[in-house]
């Protein structure tokens, strides 16, 4: 079974290093589906998961200047406290409890059915955003919509694992449509290690992580992304987008029915 683990965290990493997204939509479903790991336990070590992996790539963008860190400050000044509000709630109606988990369950399919959204959707939405700048935010308004999505994200993100990635990016997108993708990628990446850190904690306080698991994971995970984002170049994103969102959807369907 180790071996399966690794195996998987190398192939979700595959897919991470070719599109940029899916750690958590895949991961987490995966965990539940095919292994038949508890909801709650599947979230928790996902979480753990994409705290580590992430802090390598912040590390790349910020080398390359792609982080804005005050769109990652106002981005966690919203997350932060909703992920720890979040973690009490879930302690508060029994965050092991079977009908948490049927809720977290449909929380994942939901989260998997947005990524979709975005993955699909992303490019257009830029596009709109650019061609109309009259419908852009600035100033106070434009801090205020990122707090608020960054408390929504922070929810989203300590429930299901699934949130920070594809659906974080495309709210950048739309409340900040001149950054560049590498701009975006790296903003989101650095936002997200934070997010990811303080709900894994709180998945760790609830008793849901599996560490023996997280470690497997990782081992696979490694070689698996940095194999993904030296081939990246050589298949065309539009072939790995709809590739991944038809997995996702058949994922999300799978997890509620």
């Known amino acids: ?47 753990a998961f994409a705290s580590v992996t992430k802090v390598a790539g912040t590390f790349a963008h910020r080398y390359k ?6 769109i990652v400050r106002n981005l966690c000044i ?6 720890v509000l979040t973690t009490l709630a879930l302690k508060h109606f029994g965050g092991l ?3 948490i988990g049927q809720l977290i369950r449909y ?12 993955l699909i959707f992303r490019r257009r939405m ?3 955003m650019n061609a109309h700048p009259s419908r852009q935010l600035h100033g106070a308004k434009q801090t205020a919509a990122t707090i608020i999505s960054g408390s929504i994200l922070g929810t989203l993100v300590t429930i299901s694992s699934i949130g920070a990635g594809a659906i974080g990016a495309t709210i950048l997108v739309l409340l900040y449509p ?9 903003t989101d990446i650095a936002y997200a290690v934070p997010l990811t850190a303080i709900a894994a904690l709180g998945h760790w306080w609830l008793g849901s992580i599996d560490w023996e698991l997280l470690a497997m994971l990782l081992l696979g995970s490694v070689p698996g992304i940095t194999i993904g984002s030296l081939v990246s170049r050589s298949i065309p994103e539009k072939v790995l987008r709809v590739l991944l969102a038809s997995v996702l959807t058949t994922v999300a369907v799978k997890l509620v029915y």
């Open 107 to 118: 929380s994942i399919a939901g989260s998997v059915m947005l990524t979709v959204i975005a």
């Open 1 to 47: 079974m180790s071996v399966t683990y690794m195996v998987s965290g190398f192939a979700v990493g595959l897919l991470v290093g070719l599109t940029g997204v899916g750690g958590g939509s895949l991961m987490t479903p995966l965990l539940t589906l095919l292994f038949g790991v508890s909801p709650t336990v599947a979230v928790g070590t996902d979480l």
């Open 126 to 128: 830029q596009n709109w």
């Open 97 to 99: 409890g079977a009908e």
């Open 78 to 83: 919203g997350a932060l406290p909703a992920a």
């Open 65 to 70: 200047g792609n982080v804005h860190w005050h």
């Open 178 to 186: 001149r950054l560049s993708p590498a701009e975006i990628a790296g």
